[in-house]
């Protein structure tokens, strides 16, 4: 199976389409598109066959405040379920802090974790 989830909390800005090739300057107009989606909906422009769906949600991380819990616990559920429902978790990610937590859940769950 051809399936690929996008997880991102971001919207695009202009410094992304030159370096990622999934998002073009229209993405980054009127505040920018949200990245995950986006991502999404340009996999499937190039390649109609993939199953692929976009999250917007932020990845709590170690050290930093909760500052709505309901909030940060629906998108831990949310990151667990999308980490059972697949084989193989990559990480893209900035920060050590936010790959921290989806790296022990992807181990717990005895899924491949790759970091970049």
Partial sequence: ??????????????????????FTFADCLDGGAAKAH???????????????????????MA?????????TRADFETLQKLIDEHDVIFLLMDTRESRWLPTVMGK?????????
Avoid: C, W
Wanted: no cysteine; aromatic share 4%.
């Fill in 63 to 71: 050290g930093h405040p909760i500052v709505d819990e309901d909030a």
């Fill in 38 to 60: 986006r991502a999404s909906q340009a996999l499937t422009e190039i390649y109609p066959g993939v199953e692929t769906s976009g999250h917007r949600l932020s990845v709590p």
């Fill in 1 to 22: 199976m051809k399936k690929i989830t996008f997880v991102d909390n971001g919207t695009v800005s202009f410094s992304n389409p030159v370096r990622q090739p999934l």
């Fill in 108 to 116: 717990a769950a005895g899924k491949i974790v790759m970091n970049a």
